[in-house]
């Protein structure tokens, strides 16, 4: 019997092609190497099932969680700033421009369900954030050296906890990575589900991944793995681990 092509969810800002082909190409180009089916969930398009279904937001751009019972795998993709309201804090560095409320509840919800159903998850960039905040964390929301300026792409290391998921995936002590944010998790703002798995260097302050022992395959990273044109070898690590583990969750489902 043949096996089951993958279909994975990829949130992004605006659903229209346009802005699908400037912000969230990268991460479908990647699943396409991989001969994965993409759906693009947005908070203001509806969402193209494979089987030719198609589910709409709601006007606070949230779709229905039962979605998730279409996917083998979520991507929380990069982009802007979460609302501070969600964990808590007035505003205190984020960038108004660069929050999206419509966004926000789409991907809070989406996030939320799927930790509770136990979907592979990866948080990428303000996916890392916003899936944090979803399981109760909260963030910094500003500091500075860690955004690339526009006309090129900074890079820094990242120390990898020894004993994490992590560490066995990419099998490395250390990796350079991109870094495009200006917001990000500490010790005192990760969510009590999650262990920090790399942090930043210099700034051992930060944590730059993170995962969940708890779940079959739940990881957050700050930098964007995605760009693969960037990047060594071992991160593609990460994306053949993730897909591994959407498979495991695809021949589980009727």
């Not at 995962?211 to 395959?217: T, V, Y």
């Amino acid at each position: 019997m043949s096996r089951r092509r993958l279909t994975i969810g990829v949130t992004t800002r605006r659903g229209d092609p346009a802005w699908v082909e400037r912000n969230t190409q990268n991460y479908l180009n990647v699943l396409a190497r991989h001969g994965v089916h993409s759906v693009v969930l947005s908070p203001d398009q509806p969402a193209h099932l494979p089987d030719g279904r198609k589910l709409r937001p709601d006007p606070q751009g949230r779709l229905p969680a039962s979605i998730l019972s279409t996917l083998d795998g979520l991507i929380l993709s990069g982009g802007g700033d979460v609302a501070p309201h969600y964990f808590g804090q007035e505003l205190q560095g984020a960038e108004p421009e660069n929050i999206d409320l419509l966004r926000d509840e789409l991907e809070l919800n989406l996030a939320r369900a799927a930790l509770e159903m136990d979907l592979p998850i990866f948080g990428i960039c303000r996916g890392c954030q916003v899936l944090n905040v979803a399981a109760g964390g909260s963030m910094i929301q500003h500091f500075d050296g860690h955004r690339s300026p526009k006309d090129a792409t900074a890079y820094h290391e990242v120390h990898i906890a020894p004993a994490s998921r992590l560490r066995q995936i990419v099998g490395a002590d250390v990796l350079t990575v991109n870094t495009f944010h200006h917001q990000g998790i500490d010790h005192a703002s990760i969510a009590p589900i999650f262990q920090p798995a790399a942090h930043a260097h210099p700034d051992a302050w930060l944590v730059e991944a993170y995962e969940s022992p708890r779940h079959r395959w739940v990881v957050g990273v700050q930098w964007h793995p995605e760009r693969t044109f960037e990047l060594s070898e071992p991160h593609q690590a990460l994306w053949h681990s993730f897909l591994a583990a959407c498979r495991s969750h695809s021949a589980q489902r009727p």
